[in-house]
């Protein structure tokens, strides 16, 4: 494996607290036992890159714990944050299955724990049990379906304004509802916010003001509170 993998002790898949999450965590017996014999488990501190845009596939990426971000980057330097992954999630399962290269780089944003697999045990693996492809495919369409919706936002939205109004009703659509409205963790500073709408941290920094001086949202460390979506999704279809 490559350095960057710091292979550690083998956890248990069945213990794991993130498994009712994942889309790969729910096998047959049989199956399990055969993953179990394929698999790494690492961990990773804050930072770490998994793996880099353009760079040949070494196999799948399960992220059990913590948070990674995925990005794209130009020649110029330019650098567009495409999703942030949640653990549950397999991370280059097309460049694995398709034996290209990694569309995307992959870097944590906090501690985090990987489930790791080579591309041919992988490969092997799902040829042998076919009944994994369901989740598979489950994987593979909600990365697609997040493309899309990078795509509308960056591309079909006309405002930097609109494009942070619609990104925060995305992340608040994933949050927790509270009496005060819905409240969600944004582990992202300002310049990141800007990799994710195609933008300037800059702009970014004086839209969040408009947005909190029109009580939009609330900010209080990594917690964004959102009162009221309606008035927010107003501002995303301006």
């Not at 690492?42 to 799948?60: C, H, I, K, M, W």
């Not at 990141?192 to 933008?199: D, F, K, L, N």
């Not at 029109?214 to 999704?233: C, F, N, Q, S, Y």
Request: include cysteine; hydrophobic fraction near 35%; charged fraction near 25%.
């Amino acid at each position: 494996m490559n350095r960057r993998e710091r292979v550690e002790l083998k956890q248990n898949c069945e213990s794991c607290p993130q498994r009712a999450q994942g889309y790969f965590c729910h096998m047959t017996t049989e199956a399990e036992n055969d993953f179990e014999a394929i698999r790494f488990s690492a961990s990773y501190p804050t930072g770490a890159t998994l793996f880099q845009e353009g760079e040949q596939t070494r196999g799948v990426f399960i992220l059990c714990s913590g948070k990674v971000k995925l990005t794209m980057s130009s020649s110029g330097g330019k650098t567009l944050i495409l999703r942030l992954s949640k653990p549950g999630e397999m991370l280059g399962l097309i460049a694995a299955i398709s034996d290209g290269k990694y569309e995307a780089t992959a870097e944590t944003l906090e501690p985090s724990r990987t489930v790791f697999v080579r591309q041919d045990d992988f490969i092997r693996f799902i040829a042998r049990r076919p009944e994994v492809y369901q989740s598979l495919l489950r994987q593979s369409s909600k990365q697609y379906a997040a493309a899309c919706e990078q795509i509308r936002t960056i591309a079909l939205t006309s405002s930097s304004r609109e494009r942070l109004a619609r990104l925060l009703l995305h992340w608040s659509a994933e949050g927790r509802q509270t009496p005060e409205g819905y409240k969600m963790c944004v582990p992202l500073t300002h310049e990141q916010i800007a990799e994710c709408v195609g933008s300037s941290r800059e702009t970014v920094t004086r839209t969040l003001s408009e947005f909190k001086n029109k009580h939009l949202v609330t900010l209080k460390g990594t917690t964004m509170l959102i009162p009221d979506r309606e008035a927010l999704a107003a501002i995303s279809e301006e």
